[in-house]
Nanobody
Framework: QLQASGGGLVQAGGSLSLSCVASGLPLSSSVMAWFRQAPGRQREFVGAIRGSGGNAFYADSVKGRFTLSGDSADNTVYLRMNGLRPEDTAVYYC?????????????????WGQGTQVTVSS
């Protein structure tokens, strides 16, 4: 039900945009989030936004560099990543949960996309 795309290889300081299309899940009544998982590490929260609009919430490690936005007409959430660093290298997953409450833990999300690789070279 979630299809993520947009990953790739970029040099440090560069930018990438990820998108996540939700099928069969109304964005307007859901929370959409991005997590990432680097090799040998736990899956960690990146950011989340209510599909109905409002502020997005970010992990401290990406605050000021990453921006979440949503398009309820297309049922799509975008993650714009600027100022990328080698430590941002990971597989990025979009996730969703029904309802308005934003959660920061992976276990609170019921729906997951397949993941897209982001690699930042130094």
């Amino acid at each position: 039900q979630l299809q993520a795309s947009g990953g790739g290889l970029v040099q440090a300081g560069g930018s990438l945009s990820l998108s996540c299309v939700a099928s069969g899940l109304p964005l307007s009544s859901s929370v959409m989030a991005w997590f990432r998982q680097a090799p040998g590490r736990q899956r960690e929260f990146v950011g989340a936004i209510r599909g109905s609009g409002g502020n997005a919430f970010y992990a401290d490690s990406v605050k000021g560099r990453f921006t979440l936005s949503g398009d309820s007409a297309d049922n799509t959430v975008y993650l714009r990543m600027n100022g990328l660093r080698p430590e941002d290298t990971a597989v990025y997953y979009c996730a969703a949960r029904r309802g308005p409450v934003i959660h920061y833990t992976r276990y609170s999300y019921n729906y997951w996309g397949q993941g897209t690789q982001v690699t930042v070279s130094s």
